[in-house]
Nanobody, 126 residues
Framework: QGHVIERGGGSVQPGGSLTLSCEAS????????MGWFRQAPGKEREAVAA???????YYADSVKARFTVARDVGKNTMYLRMNSLTAEDSAMYYC????????????????????WGQGTQVSVSS
């Protein structure tokens, strides 16, 4: 059974940047879909971005033009570069994967994903 592991969270000042990574282990093939989701205290989990071997990437409106998602298919690793961070971006960020499924784009619904990481915390404050 494969799994995904997030890395790269931390604390940053408003306007700063962070890069998260998500490594998928235990899969001898590229995963069809990998996505980033986040959840802030007292709020529902929301999509951030997703990438697919079929197309994309896809972004939530709240992060377009600030965040960039990328995949290293050979390493089964996904990255999320976050720029111009604000306090509203503070949350636990989760990596998720849909190893073999087929999803109608933009693949930003969490119910499409069956493999979830433990999350990495991002805190933006001055």
């Amino acid at each position: 059974q494969g799994h995904v592991i997030e890395r790269g969270g931390g604390s940053v000042q408003p306007g700063g940047s962070l890069t998260l990574s998500c490594e998928a282990s235990g899969y001898p093939y590229p995963l069809n879909y990998m996505g980033w989701f986040r959840q802030a205290p007292g709020k529902e989990r929301e999509a951030v971005a997703a990438t697919s071997v079929f197309g994309g990437p896809y972004y939530a409106d709240s992060v377009k033009a600030r965040f960039t998602v990328a995949r290293d298919v050979g390493k089964n690793t996904m990255y999320l570069r976050m720029n111009s961070l604000t306090a509203e971006d503070s949350a636990m960020y989760y990596c998720a994967a849909n190893p073999r499924g087929h999803v109608t784009p933009p693949a930003l619904d969490d119910y499409h994903y069956s493999v979830w990481g433990q999350g990495t915390q991002v805190s933006v404050s001055s």
